[in-house]
C-alpha cells in the first residue's frame, strides 16, 4: 500500500539532504500517516482510515463530516 492520505491525498516529497561539506543527495521526504478510527457523526459509525497528522487536525477544527464534503469524498463508500 502506497503512503498516501486518503482523505487530502498528501503524498511523499523529493528533497534533498545537504551534508557539511554541501554535498546533495536525494531523500524522500514521508508524510506522518498515522491510521485511526475516527467517529463519522452523520453516519452514526466508526470509519478507518490512513490520515496525515495535519489532516487529524483539520479534522478536529472541522469534522470529519464537514471537511471530507469539503474535499468531494464520499465517506459512506469507504
Given at each position: 500500500?502506497?503512503r498516501v492520505?486518503?482523505?487530502?491525498?498528501?503524498?511523499?516529497?523529493?528533497?534533498?539532504?545537504?551534508?557539511h561539506?554541501?554535498?546533495?543527495?536525494?531523500?524522500?521526504?514521508?508524510v506522518?500517516?498515522?491510521?485511526?478510527?475516527?467517529?463519522?457523526?452523520?453516519?452514526?459509525?466508526?470509519?478507518t482510515?490512513?490520515v496525515?497528522?495535519?489532516?487529524?487536525?483539520?479534522?478536529?477544527?472541522?469534522?470529519?463530516?464537514?471537511?471530507?464534503?469539503?474535499?468531494?469524498?464520499?465517506l459512506?463508500?469507504l
Open positions: 500500500m502506497s492520505c486518503e482523505l487530502s491525498g498528501q503524498r511523499a516529497n523529493n528533497g534533498m539532504a545537504v551534508s561539506s554541501h554535498v546533495r543527495t536525494k531523500k524522500l521526504q514521508q506522518n500517516l498515522q491510521k485511526r478510527r475516527l467517529w463519522w457523526a452523520e453516519g452514526q459509525r466508526f470509519i482510515l490512513r496525515s497528522t495535519r489532516t487529524l487536525k483539520t479534522i478536529q477544527k472541522r469534522g470529519l463530516g464537514a471537511y471530507a464534503k469539503e474535499l468531494g469524498i464520499n459512506a463508500r
